[in-house]
Each structure stands twice: as structure tokens, then as C-alpha cells.
């Protein structure tokens, strides 16, 4: 069975991440591969078909200028109208189809270690409203939608996830600004006896989560910097309310596999953060993304195995989070 990031123990399997690359390699050679030429030759076709349409639609044009006949005109336009409305039906299913299989066969490949199970996957669902404004990390969305919901547990912990598009309207530009964009993440935290809080918001991003703080205050919360990873402190403003101890709640194991994570993708250039919050008995993760992963594109080629892998990355550090959470408990 594949471990993935941690052992049955927990501990960080840094020989293991080769052998891991190379498991995924050969997954994606072997499933998603195949599947990404077969919907490529359909992006092919359609684009074949729409050029066909496209010279055929020209010449009807031509053809009733020159004839300029209203009553064939108006026979022409019902077969033109449907045909049309058939080609953007193709176009539209294919972009709805393409997402959906290549995350199945992703669940799949992630279903083969242990400590992960998936009990569903939906790619018009999303997580409710409610669960993303109970995690305290944002305080508002006037426009909220989403896609590919993803329900499962990590070892004993049930969790559900899904990309989230959420928008505010700004009262200075009169118009609607994006609070957050990316995969977020709900989880039971299995403590019980936990009734406090803990935010952690990028230091990067505090200017624009300012009223998330305030809120956060409003319940007792204050930023503390013991108990945290000296590195970890300076990247993320860390916020608790006066009944948790952080180091009880924030293993040194989950602040490092942030700061790797963050480290990555700023190597590369990239606008990614990552924001967490504990209330009560869940945890929730918010994975900030800088442009949509896995969205296939009708004029260039979708077969790209760095874009699927950071699509897998991104969704197992998430489940890599709520483990070594799982571990703690």
C-alpha cells in the first residue's frame, strides 16, 4: 500500500517522496494518461466540427444575400438554430465531463493508501454557505458558488472538501472583488473537550482580513507567537481565544507541513496561501489558489501531467493536514 507523506505512525517519510513521485508517475501513465488523449481527440473533433460549421454557416449567409428570398430565409433559420444549439450542446458536455474523470481516477489512485477513504464525490456539489463563515476565517460572501465536492475520512476522521469561488461586494469600487478562490476544507477535529478557537491567517493577506481578525477578537481571541515554530510565526499571524493552549492544538509536524508546502510554491513564482481555523470540533483549511486547476480549455491541449499533479499535490496536503490532526487526537 502506498503511505504516502506519513507512515501508520505519522512521522514524516522524507525517503519515501521519490518512491511517491514515482507511484503517482506510473498511476498517471497507466490511468490518466489514456484518458486525457481520449478527451483530447474529442477537443480535436469539436474543433473540427465547429470550423466545418463555421465555412457551412458562411456559406447559407452568402447564399441568402445573394438570394435575398424571405421565405427561404426564414426555412433556413429553425435547421441553422438547432444546429447551433446541438454544437454548443457538445462543447458544454465536454467541458463538464472533462474535470469529473480526472478527479475520479485522482480519488482512485489516493483510495489505495490506508488512511484515506472516500465515501462520495459530487462535481456540481459544494460545502454550504454556513460551513465556510462558521470557520471565522472570512466574515462575508455576497456571491457564493462552487464545484466538485469530495466527502471522506482521513484514518477515523470524516471530511468533506471542495472548490469554493467566493466574491464581496466592495463598497468603494461598487462592484464584486474575490475573498477567496481555491480548494477549502471541513473536518471533525475529534477533541471533545475543545470549546475555544484558534485562527491562523497569512501575514501577507492581513490587510485584507482585517475584519476577520476584529470578529475573531469579538469572541476573546488574542495573536499569540509562543508555541509556535519561530518560521511559522513569521509567515502567519496566529490568533486564540484564552481557554486553548496552542501546543496542545498545533503540532510542530502540522506547522512544517505548511511551511513546506508554502516554501514550494514560492520557489515556483506562485500566489498560494493557506489559512486554517479550529472552532469547536471541526478544523477547517482554506487553500487560496492563483489560477483553476484542471479546467480544460477548447483551443489548446488539455494533457499536461504538471497541472494534474499539482491538483493532487494541493488535495493531499489537505488530507496530509487532517492527518497528522487525526494523530494528534
Given at each position: 500500500?502506498?503511505?504516502?507523506k506519513f507512515s501508520t505512525s505519522g512521522k514524516p517519510l522524507h525517503l519515501g517522496v521519490q518512491s511517491a513521485y514515482h507511484d503517482f508517475r506510473l498511476f498517471y501513465n497507466q490511468s490518466i494518461y489514456p484518458e486525457l488523449v481520449n478527451m483530447e481527440q474529442r477537443r480535436r473533433g469539436l474543433i473540427?466540427?465547429?470550423?466545418?460549421s463555421g465555412f457551412m454557416l458562411l456559406g447559407v449567409v452568402m447564399l441568402q444575400l445573394y438570394l435575398s428570398i424571405f421565405a427561404?430565409?426564414?426555412?433556413?433559420?429553425?435547421?441553422?438554430?438547432?444546429?447551433?444549439t446541438?454544437?454548443?450542446?457538445?462543447?458544454q458536455v465536454f467541458f463538464k465531463e472533462f474535470k469529473p474523470r480526472v478527479v475520479a481516477l485522482l480519488l482512485d489512485f489516493i483510495d489505495n493508501d490506508v488512511n484515506f477513504s472516500f465515501d462520495g464525490y459530487d462535481p456540481k456539489g459544494y460545502i454550504p454557505l454556513q460551513k465556510f463563515l462558521e470557520s471565522r476565517i472570512f466574515t462575508n460572501a455576497d456571491d457564493y458558488s462552487g464545484e466538485d465536492l469530495i466527502r471522506g475520512q482521513v484514518r477515523e476522521t470524516p471530511f468533506e472538501v471542495s472548490e469554493l469561488r467566493v466574491?464581496?461586494?466592495?463598497?468603494?469600487?461598487?462592484q464584486l472583488n474575490f475573498v477567496f478562490s481555491g480548494i477549502f476544507m471541513v473536518a471533525d477535529f475529534q477533541r471533545w473537550d475543545m470549546h475555544g478557537g484558534v485562527l491562523s491567517l497569512p501575514d501577507t493577506y492581513r490587510?485584507?482580513?482585517?475584519?476577520s481578525e476584529r470578529a475573531f477578537h469579538l469572541i476573546g481571541g488574542r495573536r499569540i507567537r509562543e508555541g509556535l515554530l519561530p518560521e511559522f510565526e513569521t509567515f502567519f499571524d496566529t490568533y486564540v481565544t484564552p481557554d486553548v493552549r496552542v501546543k496542545d492544538i498545533i503540532s510542530e509536524e502540522f506547522q512544517k507541513a505548511i511551511l513546506d508546502f508554502r516554501q514550494r510554491f514560492q520557489e515556483f513564482g506562485r500566489e498560494k496561501e493557506i489559512y486554517f481555523s479550529i472552532i469547536g470540533d471541526k478544523i477547517y483549511l482554506a487553500l487560496?489558489?492563483?489560477?483553476?486547476?484542471?479546467?480544460?480549455?477548447?483551443?489548446?491541449?488539455?494533457i499536461s501531467f504538471e497541472v494534474v499533479q499539482e491538483f493532487y499535490q494541493d488535495l493531499?496536503?489537505?488530507l496530509d493536514l487532517v492527518m497528522e490532526v487525526d494523530r494528534m487526537n
Open positions: 500500500m502506498r503511505r504516502g473540427r466540427l465547429l470550423l466545418l427561404v430565409t426564414l426555412a433556413l433559420f429553425i435547421p441553422v438554430g438547432l444546429w447551433i446541438y454544437l454548443g450542446f457538445r462543447v466574491k464581496e461586494f466592495s463598497e468603494v469600487r461598487n490587510k485584507f482580513l482585517s475584519r487560496r489558489q492563483d489560477r483553476n486547476l484542471l479546467e480544460p480549455s477548447l483551443f489548446a491541449n488539455n493531499r496536503l489537505l
